[in-house]
Structures are given as structure tokens and as C-alpha cells.
């Protein structure tokens, strides 16, 4: 099993619409979590940490749910420009590094 | 901000070649990953640094070396290139204490390598 593991999409959905993503991890001793965006043939680079008591920024919200393993992103209002790849990034603290998501591709269509 | 700066943007290298993949940050981090990225595979670690001359194999080191001379630069060595290891090669850092690695991570743009 993945340490990370986020459903691939692809997500086509309008402009304006809410579109929400999972990303599950295996080891409950994680403690960091993190949304990144990544734009095609371009680095990842990051949307919004993850935090306890959930947090929200804008048009996109992001929540961590410790007893089921899993963190998702809220994106509110989708624009053309949301139009990107989704990375789910937990840390592992059996390896001591940072395990990635494969990524979720959204598409927002006019 | 936080720059993550890696040498090349396009590289095409030859079969056999000994390549050097560089990669140097400015905010003083105490961490810096090697990754590489393909399509269907996302992100995999091939070795990462949590100080100077100390290194750490990630999940696909074969075929790849690293030096970590200084604290701001980290280069990425293929000894002899193959075919199998042309992709995205990403740079990053993080900032760390006691070489815990749990900070969010700092890309650099990335090097597209075509090996022939």
C-alpha cells in the first residue's frame, strides 16, 4: 500500500463550480500535511499547509481528519486558472522525508 | 522568498555520459531532496540531504550519486547515463532541525534531462 494515495481524477468541472479532493495517508504518526499545485512542465509549488483545526484561504479550504487518515482541498467558485495538478504531500516519519500523492488533475472548462 | 535555483532548464546528454545535475538555495535550509518526476509515477525521492556531507538514500537511488559540499548547494550525479533515466529532475529544499524532515518543501524549477 501507498503512503499517499489521492484519486487521480481527471475532475472536468465548470467555471464556478466546487469540486473537492481526498488524499489518504497509511501512517498515523504523520504530522505535516500540504496541498501543492503544479502546472504543466512546471515545479510544484505550495498551495496551503494542512492544519489541525482545518484552515481556509481565500476560495480554497483545506481539512485533516486524524481519525480516518485522510486530508481534502475545497475549491470554491473554480476558475480557469484553477486548472492545475493536486499534490497531497504528508511527511513519513518512518523514512524521515516527505511522501507525495500522484496528483489530481482538475480541469475548469468555460 | 525562498529561491531554489537548478543549473539547467533542458539538458540532452548521450548514453554513458557522466552528468551533473545542479542545485543551489539561498535560505540558508537545512534540507535538499533530489526527486524525479514521470508521467503516471508522480514524484520519487532519490536521495536527500539533511546537512553538509550527510546524505540518505530515498526510494530510487540506483544508478544516481550525490555530493553535499556546502549547505547550499546539492548536485545530483548520474555516472553513466542510460536511457531509462531521462525525466524531470527535481530540486528542493526545507528548513530542519536535528534532521528531522517535516517542513514544507521549496522546488526549484526543474531540469528536463533527454538522455540519447
Known amino acids: 500500500r501507498k503512503e499517499v494515495e489521492q484519486d487521480p481524477g481527471p475532475f472536468n468541472v465548470p467555471e464556478g463550480a466546487t469540486v473537492a479532493f481526498n488524499c489518504t495517508y497509511s501512517n498515523s504518526a504523520s504530522q505535516s500535511f500540504f496541498w501543492y499545485r503544479q502546472d504543466c512542465r512546471k515545479e510544484p509549488k505550495l498551495l496551503m499547509s494542512v492544519y489541525s483545526s482545518g484552515n481556509e484561504d481565500g476560495r480554497f479550504t483545506a481539512q485533516l481528519n486524524r481519525a480516518s487518515q485522510y486530508i481534502s482541498l475545497l475549491i470554491r467558485d473554480s476558475k480557469l486558472s484553477d486548472s492545475a495538478t493536486y499534490l497531497c504531500?504528508?511527511?513519513?516519519?518512518?523514512?524521515?522525508?516527505?511522501?507525495f500523492g500522484a496528483g489530481t488533475r482538475l480541469t475548469v472548462k468555460p | 522568498d525562498v529561491k531554489v535555483t537548478q543549473s539547467s532548464r533542458y539538458l540532452v546528454k548521450r548514453t554513458g555520459e557522466k552528468v551533473f545535475l545542479e542545485c543551489v538555495q539561498d535560505?540558508?535550509?537545512?534540507?535538499m531532496f533530489w526527486y524525479r518526476q514521470d508521467p503516471g509515477l508522480g514524484l520519487r525521492l532519490i536521495y536527500f540531504?539533511?546537512?553538509?556531507?550527510?546524505?540518505e538514500k530515498g526510494d530510487i537511488p540506483e544508478g544516481y550519486s550525490v555530493s553535499r559540499e556546502k549547505k547550499e548547494r546539492f548536485s545530483l550525479i548520474l555516472e553513466s547515463a542510460s536511457t531509462n533515466q531521462t525525466s524531470m529532475y527535481l530540486c528542493?529544499?526545507?528548513?530542519?532541525?536535528?534532521?528531522?524532515?517535516?517542513?514544507?518543501?521549496?522546488f526549484g524549477s526543474g531540469t528536463q534531462l533527454s538522455v540519447l
Open positions: 504531500v504528508v511527511n513519513s516519519p518512518i523514512y524521515n522525508d516527505m511522501r
Open positions: 535560505m540558508d535550509h537545512e534540507n
Open positions: 528542493a529544499s526545507s528548513q530542519g532541525t536535528g534532521g528531522s524532515v517535516n517542513e514544507k518543501l521549496f
Open positions: 540531504s539533511y546537512d553538509v556531507k550527510m546524505k
